[in-house]
Nanobody, 123 residues
């Protein structure tokens, strides 16, 4: 079993910044993709940013140039730096990880989610 614990989030004004972090722990053989998704009220969960273990990134068009994802493979952590926040960024943000785990049937990849952290951008 793998646990993802998120830190950060909160209430900020438009134009301000926030930093989200997520730490993975448990039966981890190898962390593959790590990233962040968000879900606003009444909307489906959407990708914000992801990063492979090799450092390749993928961003939603709506956050390009404002958000930066980074990770520390030695510490199994991923960070989302969010700058120039807008009211439309308001959502619950979820950490996501694809994890290789050793099982009796060999190495298997599983997807895990954090519990979510609220980000509210409002004046």
């Amino acid at each position: 079993q793998v646990e993802l614990v998120e830190f950060g989030g909160g209430l900020v004004q438009p134009g301000e910044s926030l930093r989200l972090s997520c730490a993975a722990s448990g039966k981890i053989f190898r962390l593959n993709n790590m990233g962040w998704y968000r879900q606003a009220p009444g909307k489906e969960r959407e990708l914000v940013a992801t990063m492979t273990s090799g450092g390749s990134t993928n961003y939603a068009d709506s956050v390009k140039g404002r958000f930066t994802i980074s990770r520390d493979n030695a510490k199994n952590t991923v960070v989302l730096q969010m700058n120039s926040l807008k009211p439309e960024d308001t959502a619950v943000y979820y950490c996501n990880a694809l994890v290789d785990t050793i099982t009796t049937m060999g190495i298997r990849e599983y997807k895990y989610w954090g519990q979510g952290t609220q980000v509210t951008v409002s004046s």
